[in-house]
């Protein structure tokens, strides 16, 4: 831990028992290949574990789909999507920076680094390959380029 610059993180964290309620829970209707499964449950419905949610037609391919928790109520179905789409900078940010690393470890410390030290959003901060790291954000032309440095500085040193 003291290699990864992470030690000042490492303390005991309390257990808080007690018991964790949702408020509603979404499983989608198009898992895997084929096609989307048809629902069988409306909105406010409450289901069970293990209850079929979704239903593939007559000489279709697809999946069924069950409830993978207990009690739940399920939200308006949501589309199928195999990427988030990324956020949409509003219109006052006009700068984009980023850092490309060859270290998971390093890239979590550069992504913190250039967080704390600018007015920046972070876009994307993901591994994008094996042993590749990126960090993308946006901001102010200023904020970007002092959030830049700094995670330069930070990658150098790691």
Request: overall charge positive; charged content about 15%.
């Amino acid at each position: 831990m003291k290699k990864l610059r992470i030690l000042q993180y490492d303390h005991s964290a309390p257990l808080q028992e007690g018991v964790l309620h949702r408020a509603g829970s979404c499983c989608p209707l198009k898992q895997g290949a084929g096609s989307a499964s048809q629902a069988l449950v409306k909105p406010g419905d409450q289901v069970n574990a293990g209850q079929l949610l979704g239903a593939i037609p007559d000489k279709v391919l697809g999946a069924v789909i069950h409830a993978p928790l207990p009690p739940a109520w399920p939200r308006s179905p949501q589309p199928h999507r195999a990427n988030p789409p990324l956020s949409k900078p509003p219109m006052n940010e006009k700068s984009v920076g980023m850092i490309e690393l060859s270290s998971v470890a390093a890239g979590f410390q550069v992504a913190d680094t250039m967080l704390k030290a600018g007015n920046v959003r972070l876009y994307l901060s993901r591994s994008i390959c094996s042993g590749k790291f990126m960090v993308l954000i946006g901001g102010d032309a200023s904020a970007v380029e002092s959030a830049v440095a700094a995670g330069s500085e930070a990658a150098t040193a790691a």
